[in-house]
C-alpha cells in the first residue's frame, strides 16, 4: 500500500519527489495524467486512502502576459490544476490522512511576487499559498501538516524553449528538480505548519516571512486585533 503520493510526479520537480520519497523508504504512487490521473477531478480523489506524506506539485503554466490574449480554455485548465488540484487533493486528505500526516503544496516564487510573463500563474501560486497558510489552523487540529514550497525557476519541462534561453543568455542560474526535492525534505522533516519555503539557486532554503497588514486603528488611535478565529 503506498505510503506516498505524489501529483504530476512523472516529468520533473514531481519525478524529483518521488525519487526522493522512495529512497527513503516510501511507497510512491505517482498522480499523474500519464498514469490516468487528473488533479481537476474530485472523483479521482475518491481513490486515494491515508497516506504519510502527499505532495500535491502538479501544475501547468497560465498564458500570455496580456490579459487581452487569454483563452478562457487556458485559463480553465491553469486554475483547475494548480488551484482545484491543490483544494480537491487537501478537502480529501483531510478526511482520510492519519494524525502525523504531512502535505507539501508546490507553489512557486510566483506566489509570492508578481509575474509579468504570466499573471494568471500567479494567481493560481498566489491561491495556492494563501490556500495552506488558512487550511493550516484546521488541518493542525486533525494532527495533519500542510506547507508550501515556492522554487524560483527550475530545469524541467516546463521552463519553454524561448525562455531557457533568455536566462541562458542573462547567465541567470536555473535550481535542478533534486534541490527542491531537498527543500521539500526539510519542510518533511522539520516542525511547523503553513509555512512558505523559497529555494533559489545557490541559497538555503528559507522560510519566507509574511509583513503585517495594517489593521483597523479605533478612534483613540489604539490598534484593534481581530477576534481569535478571524486572526491570520
Ligand atoms: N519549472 C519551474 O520553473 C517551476 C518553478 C516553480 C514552481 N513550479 C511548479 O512545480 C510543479 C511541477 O512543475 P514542473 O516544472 O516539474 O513541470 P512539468 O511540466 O515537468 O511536470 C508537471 C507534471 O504535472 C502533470 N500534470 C499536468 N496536469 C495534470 C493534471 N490535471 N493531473 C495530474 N497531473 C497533471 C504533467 O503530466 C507533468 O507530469 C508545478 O506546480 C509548477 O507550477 C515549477
Known sequence: MATAIVTGGSSGI??????????????????????????????????????GVACLNAGVLGGPPDPADLELE??????????????????????????????????SLAALTAMPDDPVYAATKHAVVGFVRSAAPALARRGITIDAVCPGIVDTPMVTAPVR?????????????????DAVHVLLTT??????????????????????????????????????????
Open 191 to 232: 516542525e511547523g505548519t503553513g509555512r512558505a519555503l523559497v529555494v533559489q539557486p545557490g541559497r538555503e532554503p528559507i522560510a519566507f516571512r509574511f509583513g503585517n497588514v495594517p489593521g483597523p486603528r479605533a478612534a483613540d488611535g489604539e490598534h484593534l486585533a481581530p477576534p481569535p478565529s478571524l486572526a491570520p
Open 14 to 51: 514531481g519525478a524529483a519527489l518521488a525519487a526522493r520519497l522512495r529512497d527513503e523508504g516510501h511507497e510512491v504512487d505517482v498522480l499523474d495524467l500519464e498514469t490516468g490521473f487528473d488533479v481537476s477531478d474530485p472523483e479521482h480523489w475518491d481513490r486515494v486512502g491515508a497516506v
Open 165 to 181: 534561453a533568455r536566462l541562458a543568455d542573462a547567465g541567470f542560474p536555473l535550481l535542478t528538480a533534486a534541490e527542491v526535492a
Open 74 to 107: 487556458g485559463y480553465r485548465r491553469a486554475v483547475a490544476v494548480n488551484v482545484d488540484g491543490v483544494v480537491l487533493g487537501v478537502r480529501r486528505l483531510a478526511a482520510v490522512m492519519h494524525p502525523g500526516g504531512r502535505i507539501v503544496c508546490t507553489a
